[in-house]
């Protein structure tokens, strides 16, 4: 999370920017820093996190 603004000007703005994390709790403090702080114009959050993404599309994903 804290290493964002430091590296956001190598982020393509031309392109959708998905923001995950393992809950998706902190992933809405750095959405919001990218659209509104840093005026990126296409971001989404992972809803639910990689803890979802196991649960509904790869149940091998090594995640507690």
């Known amino acids: 999370m ?5 590296k956001a000007a190598e982020f393509p703005k031309d392109k ?12 809405v403090p750095v959405a919001d ?11 989404t959050i992972l809803e639910g996190g990689l803890l979802a993404w196991k649960q509904e599309i790869d149940p091998s994903l090594d995640i507690e």
């Open 16 to 27: 959708e920017i998905i923001v995950i994390c393992r809950s998706g709790r902190r992933a």
């Open 2 to 6: 804290g290493e964002v603004s430091a």
């Open 33 to 43: 820093l990218l659209l509104n702080d840093l005026l990126f114009p296409n971001v």
